[in-house]
């Protein structure tokens, strides 16, 4: 029984350890910091954003698709981020985000669903956010933990990829690609 115990003690320690330093969530900003090309919120959430993504559930499989059309307005180093999604299951969502510069490469971030305020860091290529979100309540209406990393490319497209956690599990992931969109009026 002890030999049982102490295999199962170092099941759970090698996993807790892949989890912390093999792993989305064991990046780091300064991981990013001489990445290129330079990530700006200004410059890269402003105007007509087009995202398109996938939402998968806690087993892995795909939940859920999604269209996205976002708009960016700053003003000074203040803005916000209104975003429309439809979903593929037909449902509508809006949430509007309001951004704040902070010291350094810091923000905030505040919306109707979340939490407090959502605290991020700019580095390099990257964005990473971190921030409480309370589902709908026909999605269960859960309060979630997120962490939301974006990476600009070289083409300008800017890939999200999110993840949902309640009490430290994965419960939830979001990939998304977000670009200017292509139908605007320019």
């Known amino acids: 029984m002890k030999l049982l115990t102490a ?7 090698v996993m807790a350890a892949k989890s912390m330093f093999l792993s989305f969530r064991a990046q780091n900003p300064a991981d990013y910091a001489d990445a290129g090309p330079t990530f700006s919120l200004k410059t890269h959430l402003n105007g007509e954003i087009l995202s398109e993504g996938l939402i998968y559930g806690p087993t892995g499989k795909m939940t859920n698709s999604f269209v996205a059309k976002m708009v960016g307005e700053w003003d000074g180093d203040t803005g916000t981020l ?27 971030a505040t919306a109707d669903d979340i939490v407090g ?12 956010m971190e921030y409480q979100i309370v589902l709908p309540e026909d999605a269960g209406g859960h309060t979630l933990t997120a962490t939301d990393w974006l990476y600009l490319t070289e083409s300008g497209v800017i890939m999200n990829k999110s993840e949902m956690r309640k009490f430290g599990i994965k419960v939830a992931e979001l990939v998304a690609t977000m670009r200017p969109d292509p139908d605007a009026q320019r």
């Open 7 to 13: 295999f199962l003690f170092l099941v759970i320690l």
């Open 82 to 108: 209104s975003e429309e999604f439809t979903y593929s299951n037909g449902k509508q969502q809006s949430r509007k985000w309001f951004l704040k510069l902070g010291d350094g490469n810091t923000f905030t």
């Open 117 to 128: 305020e959502a605290r991020g860091v700019v580095s390099g290529s990257t964005i990473k």
